[in-house]
């Protein structure tokens, strides 16, 4: 059975993923600010905190982390830099203190979205840290030994978030179907790939 931490497992993707591996036979470790596997990713105490206690895992999948939405002439520095230390050095930092603890052949995987490829107007904060995160993996795979990997998956907006914004989301995935897709990176994608919704 393998071990595998999700980080941000109260979010809409996040339990979403949580509730697939334990139905795929994985033993969970759902992790977030609150709870009973406590861990704030954007305070590298507590990521350090966290990962002593797990001890070693089979993957680490992170759907945390936040980051500002606004026109650029409109984003404040306190909203830029809550993007950069949130939703991305969190998630560098992740793979930082989590690599330490990653058994040979396991797996992280982070989260940007689909805006690192395909912006829009008021995304600009959004779009950087999901493209910053993506050049990250990449170079990280490059690095990594005994089989590990890093991957990064670019979700876009799903079903659910969608309609709790008001926006239209017919044509929209659900989070189950957004799951699906890092539980195959789990078991099929190379070190370094980019995960899509298919």
Known sequence: MQKSVVIGATGTIGKAVAQLLKKSGHEVIPASRNGENQIDIDDPKS?????AKTGSLDNIVCAAGNASFGMLAELTDEQINLSLNSKLLGQVNIVREGLQFLKPNGAIILTGGILAHHPGPATSAIALVNAGLEGFVRAVALELSEGRKV????????????????MPSDQLPPATVVAQSYLQGLQNQKNGDIIYVK
């Open 47 to 51: 990521i350090n905190q966290f990962f």
């Open 151 to 166: 991957l990064i998956a670019h979700p876009p907006f799903v079903k659910e978030t969608a309609k709790a914004m008001g």
